[in-house]
């Protein structure tokens, strides 16, 4: 892993595939971390150079200062910091889970970006997302609540039921992903407490609604890569497609987390994407 200076603090992250090669970063969601493309990457084209941010979001291994920005307009900031911070020009920006790289176009901060894969996310007011993103928000009250629920999504019988990634995972999340996204946050209260920072936003639906909105004024491509379920609408996934002029694709027998659930199908889209 490498790291990089942001605003806000370090930043982890992988730099796979051909360093020459048209950038594409490749993001994760709430309580997650790079591992969540673990199953997909390898199956990516190759001659791109793939970027895998650790943001902080309860994943992360890198502590953030205790005065960082971790709100959701000042995370969204981090990944445009980071673009800015390696210098990325014509980069495939891959959103998933947490919308909040959807702000980038509102903040005009998607220069660098030339094309958007917008996989199952928070859209329009759906944030936190659903019954699963409601539950999430409920167990970050505090670093002690967090850390049990972190427990407790190492228990496979236990994650897989419908209150925690049972609506998320269409297959139950691979043990080795599942301890790569909660061994630092259950080893370290600084990560549960940069976790906390984020859950904290207050979350303006009508904002956030009219900040999504603003991708009507994104120049670049933009594929929209959903999937049948409850926690994301399929009719933000429509309407996101046709905000931007977009291509919607469906992936079959999934849910939120498409490339865990059907990586060969992901990558098979994201491919033909980002090589046409």
Same mark, same amino acid.
């Given at each position: 892993?490498?790291?990089?200076d942001v605003t806000e603090g370090t930043i982890e992250y992988r730099d796979e595939g051909d360093p020459a090669g048209a950038p594409v970063v490749l993001l994760h969601g709430v309580l997650m971390n790079d591992a969540q493309w673990n199953r997909t990457l390898p199956l990516l084209p190759q001659g791109f150079r793939y970027l895998l941010p650790?943001?902080?979001?309860?994943?992360?291994?890198?502590p953030m200062p205790t005065d960082a920005d971790l709100s959701l307009t000042g995370?969204?900031?981090?990944?445009? #910091?980071?673009? #800015?911070?390696l210098d990325l020009v014509d980069v495939t920006l891959v959103?998933?889970?947490w919308g909040g790289p959807l702000m980038l176009t509102d903040m005009g901060r998607d220069k660098r970006v030339t094309r958007l894969v917008i996989c199952p996310?928070?859209?329009?007011?759906?944030?936190p997302p659903g019954f699963p993103g409601k539950v999430t928000w409920l167990a970050s009250r505090t670093t002690g609540t967090v850390a049990l629920a972190m427990r407790q999504m190492r228990l496979r019988w236990l994650r897989d039921r419908f209150f925690m990634f049972g609506m998320m995972?269409?297959?139950?999340i691979p043990q080795d992903v599942m301890d790569a996204w909660t061994g630092a946050g259950i080893a370290d209260v600084r990560i549960r407490r940069d976790l906390l920072e984020y859950t904290r936003t207050k979350f303006d639906k009508i904002e956030l609604?009219?900040?999504?909105?603003r991708l009507a004024d994104f120049q670049g491509d933009v594929l929209v890569l959903w999937s049948e379920q409850r926690v994301m609408p399929?009719?933000?996934?429509?309407?996101?497609?046709?905000?931007?002029?977009?291509?919607?694709?469906?992936i079959d027998d999934a849910k939120v987390l498409l490339m865990l659930d059907q990586p060969e199908q992901t990558a098979r889209e994201i491919g033909a994407f980002i090589s046409s």
């Open positions: 892993m490498k790291t990089v650790v943001l902080p979001l309860g994943g992360h291994r890198i995370m969204a900031g981090i990944v445009a #910091d980071f673009l #800015d911070a959103v998933t889970d996310s928070e859209a329009f007011g759906n944030f995972a269409a297959k139950s609604t009219r900040a999504t909105n399929v009719a933000h996934a429509k309407a996101l497609a046709e905000l931007t002029g977009g291509t919607l694709r469906m």
